[in-house]
Structure formats: structure tokens, C-alpha cells
């Protein structure tokens, strides 16, 4: 069974420009989450869908991140205009359930912004 | 509020010996604890976990210990082996953060002597 895959593995992007991470979850993962590590600092989560719906979207940082999961498939996590606190890795993750069921993290997109 | 927080930063230790990494929680009222091991270049690993109703749980050659008395939980991993070596984060997925988002600590990098 395919493991939760991103894309690109790397992002080296300029100040202001735009940047689009992708998602693919374990097949049959109704959810799927985004977290990102930024500065050394702790794993935070970002946001989480339930087949195409936003669940959660507390941890989202500014209306420069844009997340959709259309047909409930795939994610996007567009940031745009970039900024250079932007920096870090951001990582996916799918789980089958919601409540409390492990969640599968895929290998991270590390993004830097100059 | 909802906290996890690892001691130390770091750990060293000989390869063939326990390996023994501590946590803190601050919230009496968390019920779901994981712990998870991330290797460069990937994503976090799930290993174990732990639910509040139970004081220890055992996989193969680690074991989590969840004293709620003090807020404590241990990874331990028995006869540590050069694949051991990466950062170690504890984590809890408890039912008031809306049980879906994962907090994760610090993380400790654990690396092994020869």
C-alpha cells in the first residue's frame, strides 16, 4: 500500500512569489491534515479536511495560505504572496477515521523562501 | 492550555543499551498520547501510543510508561540499534483539542555511539 506522498520534496522560492504544495493520502483516507515545522520550532497543525470539507482550519496562519481538497482526492496548500517566515517544512498526513486514529505522515515539502 | 514538552534535546547512548526519553504534559484532562520517530528526510513515524486508562504499553522493543500523576510519559527502547537514531517526538491527540489535530513537543534527537 502507497504510503501519503508530496510534492515537490523541495520549493527554493523568492519573497512574494507563489508556491503550491501537493498532497496525495493513502487511498481511501477520508482525512487529511497539513502540518508544518517552521524555524526549529515544534510540528503545528494547519488544517483538516474530511473528504472535501474543511473541518478545522484553526492552525491556519494568515489569508496567504490557501488549502483546497477538491473531490476530496488530493490536497493543495497554496501560499501566496510567499514571505520569508514561510520558511520550514510542511508536512501531510491522512488517517481512515477522525477521533483519535493514527495519522500517516507523508515525507514533507521544504519550502524556503529567500 | 495544551502542552507536551520533552526534556532534553538531545540524547546520546551506547549502541546496545536502553534508551530512555522523557516527556511533560501540562493538561490533566489528556487522553491519547503518542509517540512518533522521524528520520532526516522523512515524515514522523508513528511507534506507539497510549491511552489514559492505561499506565504502560508495550510494542516490539520500546515501551511507553504514562504516569498522569505527575504528567509523565517515557519512551523507552530496549537494546538500541544505529536505525534508532533520529528525533523523537511525543505527541497527544486529546478529545478537547477536538481530537483530530496532533500537538507535538520538541522532539529529542536521540544518536548512538558505536
Known amino acids: 500500500e502507497a504510503g501519503v506522498t508530496q510534492f515537490p520534496s523541495h520549493s527554493v522560492i523568492e519573497k512574494g512569489q507563489t508556491v503550491t504544495l501537493r498532497c496525495d493520502p493513502i487511498s481511501g483516507h477520508d482525512n487529511l491534515y497539513w502540518y508544518r515545522r517552521v524555524m526549529g520550532k515544534e510540528i503545528k497543525f494547519l488544517l483538516h479536511?474530511?473528504?472535501?470539507?474543511?473541518?478545522?482550519e484553526s492552525g491556519m496562519p494568515n489569508n496567504r495560505f490557501l488549502a483546497e481538497r477538491t473531490g476530496g482526492t488530493y490536497s493543495t496548500l497554496k501560499v501566496q504572496p510567499a514571505e520569508l517566515e514561510d520558511s520550514g517544512v510542511y508536512f501531510c498526513?491522512?488517517?481512515?477515521?477522525?477521533?483519535?486514529?493514527?495519522?500517516?505522515f507523508g515525507p514533507g515539502t521544504r519550502l524556503l523562501v529567500l | 492550555g495544551e502542552s507536551v514538552g520533552l526534556h532534553l534535546p538531545t540524547l546520546s547512548v551506547q549502541e546496545g543499551d536502553n534508551s530512555i526519553i522523557n516527556c511533560a504534559y501540562s493538561n490533566s484532562a489528556s487522553d491519547y498520547f503518542i509517540w512518533y520517530k522521524q528520520e532526516s528526510g522523512k515524515g514522523p513515524q508513528f511507534i506507539i501510543d497510549?491511552?489514559?486508562?492505561?499506565d504502560k504499553r508495550q510494542g516490539q522493543r520500546v515501551t511507553v510508561l504514562l504516569n498522569k500523576t505527575v504528567k509523565h510519559l517515557s519512551l523507552q527502547i530496549a537494546a538500541t540499534q544505529p536505525g534508532d537514531s533520529a528525533v523523537y517526538f511525543c505527541?497527544?491527540?486529546?478529545?478537547?483539542?477536538?481530537?483530530?489535530?496532533?500537538?507535538f513537543g520538541s522532539g529529542t534527537r536521540l544518536s548512538i555511539r558505536p
Open positions: 498526513a491522512s488517517s481512515h477515521g477522525t477521533s483519535q486514529e493514527t495519522q500517516y
Open positions: 479536511f474530511v473528504k472535501e470539507s474543511k473541518q478545522d
Open positions: 505527541a497527544e491527540n486529546s478529545w478537547y483539542s477536538s481530537a483530530s489535530k496532533i500537538i
Open positions: 497510549i491511552r489514559s486508562n492505561m
